[in-house]
């Protein structure tokens, strides 16, 4: 599935671990991003010094992921090792994919939820292991 994340240019790095569904929403989030940093105009680096806000580039980065959306469970579905698990969906059509969490049994096999996390996990191109 294609997912969108900011990338920090200015930096060579990821601008935060979200993934977003949207592209139009990575790119709202590039300013959410830098309004911490309005009011002084100074981008802080991880080695303690700053430069001007107007020199940090965030773009927007294409990313393939294997995942599967189950809105009605709140999760984003995706294996970790090929343990199946998800991560929380979050407002903005995003998720973090550091939130992951393996599903227990009784997500998978529950009467309320089993069939979705069945549904989602088909979805996947990777096999269940």
């Known amino acids: 599935m294609r997912l969108y994340r900011l990338y920090?240019?200015?930096?060579?790095?990821?601008a935060c671990g979200l993934l977003f569904f949207r592209?139009?929403?990575?790119?709202?989030?590039?300013?959410?991003v830098k309004w911490p940093y309005a009011n002084t105009q100074r981008w802080p680096l991880p080695d303690g010094r700053e430069i001007p806000l107007a020199a940090v580039d965030l773009r927007v980065e294409l990313l393939e992921r294997d995942v599967a959306q189950a809105p009605e469970l709140g999760?984003?579905?995706?294996?970790?090792?090929?343990?199946?698990?998800?991560?929380?969906?979050?407002?903005?059509?995003?998720?973090?994919p550091d939130e992951w969490q393996a599903a227990g049994a009784a997500d998978l096999d529950g009467p309320a939820t089993?069939?979705?996390w069945r549904q989602a996990l088909a979805e996947l191109k990777e096999p269940l292991a």
């Open 8 to 14: 920090n240019l200015s930096e060579h790095a990821p």
């Open 23 to 32: 592209r139009d929403q990575a790119e709202q989030y590039r300013e959410l």
């Open 75 to 96: 999760v984003v579905v995706f294996r970790n090792e090929g343990v199946p698990g998800g991560a929380p969906l979050l407002p903005g059509d995003c998720f973090d």
């Open 114 to 116: 089993g069939l979705r």
